[in-house]
């Protein structure tokens, strides 16, 4: 008898970071996947270790989602049951440089999805947020009715931007939609053969740390040492990119056994706990027996104290959980970063 295929989902921004892994978790659970990915932030390379991974060919359109008519092409080419927006552009010191570039690719590709999935019998969307929409939350951890604070960059701006949009357009067009606000994603798949690229020289705190020991990078920076957080440096709920892609399968699930409430639902996508920069570093240090060199130096400007989440809301409704801990992110990591030095990618 052949296997049961639960929908077929195209995932933008698929061979990026989380949209990989998502693939991966998307295919074991039963789906088939297309992906929309321009390669502006990743390698086609990820498409065979997806492939790899998972035993399945994989559809793979090389499109940049703010040309519309290219985008629609693909629309019309395949029948997609939903569709899951990952494509943007993260970094955010690039979008204070570049803000123009932030709001016209990350806007502009959801505005133009979302002309895509109207006129097609897509039953729902699902959308990459970021705890980043709350800016300097007043109270933690953060629930999903904490307010959208004033956004601390460009690129938070394009995400409180984006989950506005997206609410009326399901609320107008009647096509429940999703959005997953994501705290801290870092580790790895088990296999090594997929994990976070960054391009040059990483600002976020996981591949720094994992560049270092690599010999990369010749020492950490911990930015700041004087907040007022347990050993004086800032506190994040890191979350295993595996838990991440699990998420993404049970609001999939959601929306394809049309359980939603609300045409629009949102939430919080962490584990609930608050690690300091210092409580990494040990970690990282502790579960691969790696000795990390690193400075104190002073605050980085923009870095708020601490942010955690109240996951009990996505707990619940998405009947999903974080079960993965700080120690296994960063032996995961620690193997996708020596894996890509050996296949000298
Ligand atoms: P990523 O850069 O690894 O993946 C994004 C992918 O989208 C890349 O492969 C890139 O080539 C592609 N892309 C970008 N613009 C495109 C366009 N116009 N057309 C087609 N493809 C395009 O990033 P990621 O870490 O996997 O993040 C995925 C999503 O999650 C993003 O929306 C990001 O803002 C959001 N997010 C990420 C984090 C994080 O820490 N990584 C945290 C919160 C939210
Ligand atoms: C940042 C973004 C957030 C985005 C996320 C993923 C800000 C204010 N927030 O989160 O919007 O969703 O990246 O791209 O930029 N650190 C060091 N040394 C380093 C790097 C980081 O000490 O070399 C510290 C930072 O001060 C921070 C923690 O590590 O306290 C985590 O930093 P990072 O990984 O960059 O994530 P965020 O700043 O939380």
Not at 101 to 127: A, H, M, T, W
Not at 261 to 268: A, I
Request: charged fraction near 30%; proline fraction near 3%; glycine fraction near 6%.
């Amino acid at each position: 008898m052949g296997k049961i295929v639960k929908g077929r989902i195209l995932v933008t921004g698929g061979l990026g970071y989380i949209g990989s892994h998502t693939c991966v978790e998307l295919i074991r659970s039963g789906y088939e996947v297309s992906i929309i990915d321009n390669l502006v932030n990743s390698e086609r390379f990820i498409l065979d270790r997806i492939e790899k991974i998972t035993g399945e060919k994989i559809d793979f359109y090389e499109i940049d989602i703010t040309d519309l008519t290219q985008t629609m092409i693909c629309f019309n080419d395949k029948k997609f049951d939903l569709v899951i927006h990952f494509a943007a552009l993260k970094s955010v010191n690039e979008s204070i440089k570049f803000p123009d570039r932030y709001f016209k690719n990350n806007v502009g590709s959801v505005e133009n999805i979302l002309k895509c999935i109207k006129s097609e019998d897509v039953k729902g969307f699902v959308f990459s947020s970021s705890c980043t929409v709350y800016g300097q939350p007043d109270i933690l951890p953060v629930t999903e009715s904490s307010p959208f604070k004033k956004a601390e960059s460009p690129y938070a701006e394009t995400k409180q931007i984006c989950e506005k949009i997206i609410k009326e357009f399901a609320i107008i067009n009647k096509k429940p939609s999703i959005s997953l606000r994501y705290f801290n994603p870092v580790g790895a798949h088990d296999s090594g053969l997929i994990g976070e690229l960054p391009r040059g020289v990483p600002d976020n705190l996981v591949p720094f740390i994992t560049q270092t020991a690599i010999g990369k990078r010749e020492k950490l920076k911990v930015f700041g040492d004087d907040y007022s957080t347990k050993d004086g440096t800032p506190v994040r709920d890191y979350i295993h990119v595996v838990d991440l892609a699990e998420a993404h399968v049970s609001a999939v699930d959601r929306l394809m056994n049309e359980e939603t409430n609300e045409s629009y639902e949102f939430f919080n996508i962490g584990t609930g706990k608050g690690y300091s920069v210092l409580e990494v570093i040990k970690s990282f240090e502790r579960v691969n027996k790696v000795q990390l060199p690193y400075d104190i130096v002073g605050r980085r400007q923009g870095d708020i104290e601490s942010i955690y989440s109240d996951n009990k809301f996505s707990k619940q409704t998405l009947n999903w959980r974080a079960s993965r801990d700080l120690d296994q992110m960063m032996k995961s990591a620690w193997i996708w970063e020596k894996k890509l030095k050996e296949s000298g990618s």
